[in-house]
């Protein structure tokens, strides 16, 4: 690739799309670590009550619900944001895949479901500490 093309060596990878890229004897590993931060920054939830699970058991999110309607607009970028999150989290794939089915009208309940998601990377980060 040299020969067809100008190519500068940056060194090892550090941190690619918010992917933070640590190197070891034992392996490459992947985190969204800084990611996670500025998300529960944004959302004010950095200091709150960490959750254990993402989403309840036999949970009740419906399309119909009496609550009232959130902003659209703010609720799909934190799903999608949960979604990129997903990648490097898998525990929360189901919980993220049933909040994104209410993208389009989007109720209070709905919101609270994606605060309970955000609050269980909270959980996650005062194990590990």
Excluded: W
């Amino acid at each position: 690739m040299i020969r067809e093309f100008e190519i500068k060596e940056l060194g090892r990878l550090k941190c690619f799309l918010d992917f933070e890229v640590a190197h070891s004897r034992h392996g490459i590993f992947i985190s969204q670590q800084k990611y996670v931060l500025d998300l529960l920054s944004e959302t004010g939830k950095l200091g709150c009550k960490p959750v254990e699970t993402p989403i309840e058991q036999n949970h009740r999110l419906s399309e119909y619900v009496e609550d009232a309607t959130v902003d659209r607009e703010s609720y799909q970028k934190l799903v999608g944001k949960l979604i990129y999150l997903s990648h490097t989290k898998p525990d929360t794939a189901h919980a993220v895949g049933v909040i994104s089915q209410f993208m389009y009208n989007p109720k209070e309940n709905h919101l609270r479901a994606v605060y309970a998601i955000i609050k269980t990377e909270r959980h996650e980060r005062r194990e590990k500490q």
